[in-house]
């Protein structure tokens, strides 16, 4: 329908290549339509889920960790090779820049601080998994100063309210933090 559509071109007008992503879905069908889109558009998509046995989502994890201007940029042996032989080796070997994850199966205990794009497509409800999904990728050990943080939504709906209530409850205790600090 045309909300779909409208998220899916918003998705598709914030990922530029060069950068590394990492999309949260609650929802399987959304996932998998969210990475069919991304495999269509020959961005270097994988998909992390409860379908995807734990061994395979650790390579996909390790394997997204390398950009392929930091392995064959500046004076490296690598950057000898031939154009067409470094992509070569990225993409048949290190290339992961966009991983579309269900919430549940990366939400706790995963560190993807070399990404630095987070893009809710779905909003989590619980407001816990909200600031579980954002610290996956905002951490202290980052190398980026700092990350690009997007929620998708339907305007006028649930997921409107959602984001609105995540925000206020942010807000909050930002407050909260800015008076502790002040004793």
């Known amino acids: 329908d045309t909300n779909h559509l409208n998220k899916l ?4 007008r914030i990922i530029k290549r060069g950068n590394k992503y990492l999309i949260i879905c609650n929802f399987i069908d959304e996932l998998d339509m969210v990475y069919e889109l991304l495999l269509n558009l020959n961005y270097n998509v994988a998909k992390i889920d409860g379908r995807v046995p734990q061994d395979e989502r650790d390579n996909i994890i390790k394997s997204s960790r390398f950009n392929i201007n930091e392995l ?6 690598l950057s000898a090779l031939p154009f067409d032989i470094q992509e070569r080796i990225y993409k048949n070997h290190l290339q992961v820049d966009i991983i579309v994850a269900n919430l549940a199966t990366v939400a706790v205990g995963l560190n993807f601080e070399h990404f630095d ?15 579980q999904a954002m610290a996956r990728i ?3 050990s980052s190398k980026f100063e700092k990350v690009n943080i997007h929620s998708l939504f339907y305007k006028d709906t649930i997921e409107e309210d959602i984001l ?5 409850k ?3 205790y930002r407050n909260l933090d800015n008076i502790i600090a002040e004793f």
């Open 164 to 168: 609105n209530r995540h925000n206020a």
């Open 138 to 140: 905002v951490r202290k």
């Open 170 to 172: 942010t807000e909050r």
């Open 117 to 131: 794009n987070l893009i809710m497509y779905s909003c989590p409800s619980s407001y816990i998994n909200y600031t």
């Open 72 to 77: 064959f940029g500046g004076n490296t042996k």
């Open 9 to 12: 071109n918003n998705l598709k």
